[in-house]
């Protein structure tokens, strides 16, 4: 047994997670309200807030909008709008209770650097009628099962419309709708307070059989999602591959191999994932990617409830390849000039260090738009109950998948005066390649790895 199934082992005997993933059905006269007058297929309010800054929902594109480009980079079809007001250190006060408590400390630590330009809201695009029918039918099907580590359910949509537990809605924020095959060359920097910066670039893909279009499975089956990541920079580390697969329900182990070009060898990683650092300079964790990346058994989890809060949102500009890193780079924070927020309904979630476990971040809480149910925006907490670390994913609307793409991510490290962007593309000389389709499971082996180094 792996020390990962004995800590399950003890925690189940405990009955500590069985008592954590217990949680009321969803009925099946809840479920016949999704794609309804007042819920969406996601289960997301259609209307909008009481004061008009959040729009009624209306969902009346999929896939492009009028204009749209048919190939290269597209800002986008709110490029020509301009910022409605901006947040500042001397008027946050005004905004506080539609910003997070990482968004205030920013304003405060960088005042002349950090600021929040808001934008009109949209919620124009819908998602096609094979998620919504796949969402409909998880409403009432949909259970959490090993202990909490993992979900029964249809893939391709989240399994839990009407979250009634932390957990479900944690579930939610693994499971949205995203890009069955992804490809880039991503540009990643740590940046610092004095304006110096180390660099990193890597070949990055992956093949998710649980968000393939076209083969709806169960949230069972043994693979989610199969990843490739091969350093080109820096030098001193490039060839170096990390590849593997993660599992869909973590009382499995996930798999990760490493190739080391110094010793030409493949060797299976002992650990890869919770708060293993990752990235230039350390500023992140493996779990930090996309806000959260796997297990959940090391937290307690608890559902807040909803909130309106500014988050960033239809941020296709940062991704424009004639935007310069020396441009976008400023210090304390990305250039707020190419920063996009608009006011959304988020389901806020929070977890804290199970007793037992350890994890660097004592306590978390995430912000999940209620239209997609991904997570834009997470503050971090150390073990002394400070907040250490403030960090955001820029979505932006991919016609390739019918969906909002993670694109450009920010991780602010507040104790170290510093912040990490990754998946960046302006300098990469590429675009994101999303369900191309052209990838396959033995791109993702060990032999592959060593082949990649090379």
Request: overall charge neutral; charged content about 20%.
């Amino acid at each position: 047994m792996t020390m990962k199934h004995i800590l399950l082992s003890c925690a189940v005997s405990a009955g500590v997670l069985l008592t954590s993933a217990a949680s009321a059905k969803t009925t099946a006269e809840e479920a016949a309200q999704l794609g309804g007058d007042k819920l969406t297929c996601m289960g997301a309010e259609r209307a909008g807030n009481a004061d008009g800054s959040i729009p009624a929902f209306e969902g009346k594109w999929l896939g492009t909008w009028p204009g749209a480009k048919t190939s290269g980079y597209d800002p986008g079809p709110y490029a020509a709008e301009k910022p409605l007001f901006t947040i500042t250190a001397q008027n946050a006060e005004q905004y506080a209770a539609r910003l997070t408590e990482g968004q205030k400390l920013l304003l405060k630590r960088y005042p002349t650097h950090y600021r929040i330009p808001v934008y009109a809201s949209h919620r124009d695009f819908r998602y096609p009628d094979w998620i919504c029918e796949t969402v409909k039918k998880n409403a009432t099907t949909a259970e959490v099962v090993s202990h909490g580590l993992g979900t029964t359910g249809t893939t391709g949509a989240i399994p839990f419309p009407f979250p009634k537990s932390g957990l479900e809605a944690q579930w939610n924020m693994q499971y949205p709708h995203r890009a069955w095959t992804e490809e880039a060359i991503l540009d990643q920097f740590a940046v610092y307070g004095n304006g110096s910066r180390a660099a990193g670039r890597v070949h990055y893909m992956i093949l998710s059989p649980w968000n393939d279009p076209k083969n709806r499975g169960s949230n069972q089956d043994k693979v989610n999602t199969y990843f490739y990541n091969e350093t080109q920079l820096p030098e001193r580390d490039k060839g170096t591959v990390i590849i593997g697969w993660t599992p869909n329900d973590d009382s499995i182990d996930r798999q990760a191999y490493l190739y080391n070009p110094g010793t030409r060898r493949v060797r299976q990683a002992p650990e890869f994932g919770f708060d293993n650092p990752q990235g230039a300079g350390g500023l992140r964790t493996v779990d930090d990617d996309r806000l959260f990346n796997g297990s959940p058994e090391r937290y307690d989890w608890k559902l807040v409830g909803k909130q309106e809060i500014y988050i960033p949102y239809n941020t296709a500009r940062m991704n424009d390849p004639a935007l310069k890193y020396a441009d976008l780079l400023t210090p304390h924070s990305l250039n707020p000039d190419v920063m996009r927020y608009e006011l959304h309904r988020v389901w806020v979630l929070e977890a804290t260090v199970k007793q037992g476990y350890r994890h660097v971040y004592a306590r978390r809480r995430w912000y999940l738009d209620e239209d997609t149910w991904h997570a834009v925006w997470v503050d971090n907490y150390d073990g002394r109950g400070q907040l250490w670390r403030a960090s955001m994913v820029n979505y932006f609307y991919s016609p390739a998948i019918q969906g909002y793409q993670a694109g450009v991510a920010l991780y602010h490290d507040l104790t170290a005066d510093a912040y990490f962007a990754d998946r960046l593309v302006n300098e990469s000389k590429t675009s994101w390649r999303l369900n191309t389709g052209d990838l396959t499971a033995d791109m993702f082996s060990p032999d592959a790895a060593k082949r990649g180094g090379h």
